[in-house]
């Protein structure tokens, strides 16, 4: 179908359907009157937010909470986007098994029978515009040979991609035509939406998140991450090592496997702090059914996480303010976490160091007046970073983003055991990321860092050490000032001499302190 065209035929079923979405939220017994008014009240304010305000309470009390709730946190509107579209997963209608066998031959670029001995063509699990399916491989890769294949439907992708074409090529129109809409700067808002819902089947990219989560926690006794079958990905299949798992909402199963509950609500916590706080590389919509338990005989009890599609990552700043301020935040120093707030430059240079810690003492306080089994270290977390606002002051949306993955982590591990003490777990495991920052592994990492650039700028030393030498020569203008410049020289020459002697030292000392570290 002509591009145009198709865009023309969504526009016209989304007038079509959004008009009759207005008409049956109308009251029935003066619909003409109401649609006037809202018309009138929407065409009556100058400011975009403030009508949208006045209009939505109209439509009824969901869509008012809802804007309402997207107006004061705006950094759920992700997680919110992709929470709606999990919600419709069970609506969603597998390919038939002869389609679905099409769909993987061509995705494959060959016959199913020359990779796999067999094939499920029903598949395990249904998502939006995707579907996952188990295959046994003919030639085991990496020792596996059975796997999961993820399917991403190719047609419903491409409407997918028509439908948010027609949401760019409309707000394109909107600001050539709306002084308002080129202030709420539309297209880049479509943009954002279309690159957030694309990023969701971009099925090259999930294979490297799952690849690098493994690399994180490599040897780690409470996780297993399946291995990617690199051979067997492509542009619309993810292959990866299956692993026979049960949902952690699974209670009696987890019971008749002899899983314990207590230890694996302790593992979700840890897992999941480490992965932002530590290597921040996260779940962006952490969830009960993305965090799954291994009923394999060699990895039985391990916590499997799963959908790698949406991660989140922090910068090195972001993870060492949160992880500095949790921790200052846990030994109630309000004071050094104000500062981290200004250094951080979430609140504005002229904000009153002295306003902003009694902020924070405020609102956290009452935390740590109630019973340590009622504590919640992500709701902690929430006034650690929201305390800045009535000072117009904001953080970075990806640390509220990491924020509201613990506090889900948090609430999973309560309801798989509530007696976890999810407030000390969480205290410990900041603590050590803290005190691993600071001592001869932070340095060491800050070093390696810093090698790049001293690469780089020690081969340039001589150079710069002889044309000092010629700008100094070429001031000096009589004999005492050259006697001065060659007594100048010699001493520089020694204190470098001794400089060097220091490095060779340090740097023997530092390389055989890591050679007894790694053994």
Known sequence: MPPLFRRLLLLFHALRYGARLIWLAAPPEHKLHWMIQLVGRVHASGRSGQSLHNVLPALGPL??????????????????????????????????????????????????????????????????????????????????????????????????????????????????????????????LAQSFTDDILRRFDLRAEAANLSQTGHHFDGDKRIVVPDVIWELCTAHTLTMQRISTLTTSDLPGLHAHHIKLAPLAAHIVEVVSEQAFEHGFFHATLDARRVRVSIEPDTLGRLVLAEFSIMSTLSTGEREFFVHGASALFAQDYGRLADLHRDAGHVPPDTRAEMLEAELRTRAEAHFAAAPEDRSAGSLFHYLLHAVQPFAGAVPARLATAQRSFHQAEMLARALHPGVDTWNITRGVIADIARRDVDHRGWIKRISRELPHLAHMLPRMPQLAVRYLQHEHARARTPQQNAQLIADIGREYRHTRVLLWACVLCGGALGAGTILLMW
Not at 129 to 141: D, G, M, N, S
């Open 63 to 188: 869509a008012s909470r809802f804007a309402q709730t997207l107006a004061e946190r705006p950094e759920l509107a992700g997680a919110t986007l992709h929470d709606a579209i999990d919600a419709i997963d069970h609506l969603e209608t597998p390919l038939q098994p002869h389609e679905s066998a099409e769909a993987l031959a061509r995705a494959f670029g060959q016959p199913l029978a020359t990779l796999f001995s067999a094939v499920d063509l029903t598949p395990m699990r249904v998502g939006f515009a995707e579907q996952t399916h188990l295959a046994r491989l003919v030639v085991p890769v990496k020792g596996h040979r059975e796997v999961a294949i993820k399917l991403v439907r190719a047609d419903q992708l491409q409407q997918i991609g028509d439908e948010l074409a027609l949401l760019r090529w409309v707000a394109r129109w909107l600001e050539k035509l709306s002084g308002t809409a080129r202030r709420l700067k539309l297209r880049v």
